[in-house]
Structures are given as C-alpha cells and as structure tokens.
C-alpha cells in the first residue's frame, strides 16, 4: 500500500521519469534533476509542486511543515507532542537526500554499463559512500 501513491505519482509526471531515467548516465548530477527529484520527493509526502521560481518548496520545507503540523503543541509546554517523535514519517532533509541521489546515481550506472565490456565505476567515495574502517580494521564503504 505505502509503494502505490509514490509510483502513480511517478507515471504521471514526464518530468520525474525523466530525472530518474538520467540517473547513472553520467558522475555528474545536474542541479535541475537533484531539484526534480526533490519535488518528486515532497509530492511523495503530500505537497505539491509550485510554479515559479519564488516559492519553489524543497524536502527542508516540506519537513518543517510536516512537523510544525503534526508535532505542534497547543498546550504552555512546547516539547509535549515531541516525546512520541517518530522521525520515520518526515522526508529526509536535503544532505541525506543528496546522498541518496549519488548512491542512486552510482547503482544506476552498474545497471545502465552492465553490459559493456569495460563498464566505467564511478568511485564510490565521490558518489554518497565514505570509507570507515571497523573495529577488526577492515575497509568498507558507508
């Protein structure tokens, strides 16, 4: 049921199809795709894309609001309505949607040079991963 709204959304809508389809075609990521993308996001949690430049809503507002909303209290403590926070239920905020965009960016290019013969990698280190050692001291990206 939580999949269905996010993929109509998406048959609907050329210009999201689009952002995603460009995915993993080159390392670089256009600013117009991350904003499409990010509009695609808000839509998925129930705002709508504006028209114009001027009031162009990011997933940083649509948090806001979505909290603002269901966390406000009417009561003199403000903090009440936060003990039961459930941070699952807000879009993620630009920098880990961002990260989110590479990694995706980096899978789709698996998937789109699969095919060739000597596919190009993008580094993972430049597309959403860092790399950590663990405690045993073994490498890994996450």
């Known amino acids: 049921k939580g999949k269905v709204r996010p ?10 199809q689009d952002a995603f389809s460009s ?3 080159s390392e670089t990521i256009d600013e117009n795709t991350i904003s499409t993308i990010g509009l695609y996001v808000c839509e998925m949690y129930g705002f709508k894309k ?3 430049n001027a009031d162009q809503l990011d997933v940083d507002d649509a948090r806001l609001q979505i909290f603002s909303k269901v966390y406000q209290s009417g009561s003199s403590n403000p903090m009440s309505k936060v003990k039961g926070l459930d941070g699952s239920s807000l879009p993620p905020c630009n920098t880990v949607l961002f990260q989110q965009i590479l990694r995706a960016n980096s899978i789709c290019s698996g998937w789109n ?3 060739d013969p000597k596919p190009h990698i993008f580094p993972p280190d430049k597309n959403g991963w860092r790399k950590e ?3 045993s001291g073994v ?3 996450n």
């Open 113 to 115: 040079f699969a095919t």
């Open 139 to 141: 490498e890994s990206y």
């Open 50 to 52: 504006h028209t114009g």
């Open 133 to 135: 050692k663990n405690n």
């Open 23 to 25: 995915l993993g075609a």
């Open 7 to 16: 993929l109509a959304i998406l048959e609907k809508s050329l210009l999201y």
